[in-house]
């Protein structure tokens, strides 16, 4: 039975500071793994997704690694913004169902 | 927008109603997932289709919620005689599976039920 967990649940640091959030798996029998981000009342966006066959994958500002064999992912955020401010969720698809952990809400200071 | 569509996206029922949501996937999606979601929560997993077959349904769920997806197109969200703390955010997601990416998925916006 996969578990999710992200750590921290909930960050506040200032504009401009680089920060890392992190997700850990229990079942590395997966596909891939996706992030997301969530603003407050509204869906997921999905951000990024790695292939269970890299190690990373970028977007702008956005890094994420993962780590089967370890049960982690982490996405860095470089140069955050007002506007990074929201909720990020990770998600680790097997061949079935797809569980999500609690998240991590970030609130980024001006 | 991700091309997944949810309606309604706020309903307000009285307890005891029976209220259904509609998801609408990306078409050459086969896989469907709901999920419920309330504050400070992430999505929790409800049930999913893949084409027009239930393969899996969560034993958080009660009797009272039933999903079908009958084409394989779109698919409704049942809730029957409705209690307070089926208050939450309904979201639906869609993905294809393939081999090589395993599941991607795209959510809607989710449907948002209050009862009151």
């Known amino acids: 039975k996969q578990e999710v967990t992200q750590i921290p649940a909930a960050l506040s640091v200032p504009e401009g500071e680089n920060l890392v959030l992190n997700c850990s798996f229990t079942d590395s029998a997966i596909y891939n793994l996706q992030w997301f981000r969530q603003d407050p009342g509204k869906g997921l966006t999905s951000l990024l997704l790695?292939?269970?066959?890299?190690r990373e994958q970028t977007s702008g500002r956005l890094n994420a690694s993962l780590d089967k064999s370890s049960g982690r992912s982490t996405l860095y955020i470089a140069a955050s913004q007002p506007g990074d401010s929201a909720t990020y969720l990770c998600?680790?698809?097997?061949?079935?169902?797809?569980?999500f952990g609690k998240g991590t809400r970030l609130h980024i200071l001006p | 927008d991700t091309g997944v569509s949810q309606d309604p996206r706020h309903k307000i029922t009285k307890r005891g109603q029976n209220v259904t949501f509609r998801c609408d996937p990306i078409?050459?999606?086969?896989?469907l997932y709901w999920y419920r979601q309330t504050l400070g929560q992430g999505p929790e997993f409800l049930t999913y289709?893949?084409?027009?077959?239930?393969?899996?349904k969560s034993r958080l769920l009660s009797d009272r919620f039933s999903a079908e997806r009958p084409k394989g197109s779109f698919s409704t969200l049942e809730i029957q005689r409705t209690e307070q703390g089926d208050s939450a955010m309904y979201l639906c997601?869609?993905?294809?599976?393939?081999?090589?990416?395993?599941?991607?998925?795209?959510f809607g916006e989710g449907s948002w039920l209050t009862v009151v």
């Open positions: 289709f893949q084409n027009e077959a239930q393969l899996e």
């Open positions: 790695i292939q269970s066959s890299q």
């Open positions: 997601a869609s993905g294809s599976r393939q081999a090589s990416s395993g599941n991607t998925i795209y």
């Open positions: 998600a680790p698809p097997g061949d079935d169902k797809i569980i």
């Open positions: 078409s050459e999606h086969n896989r």
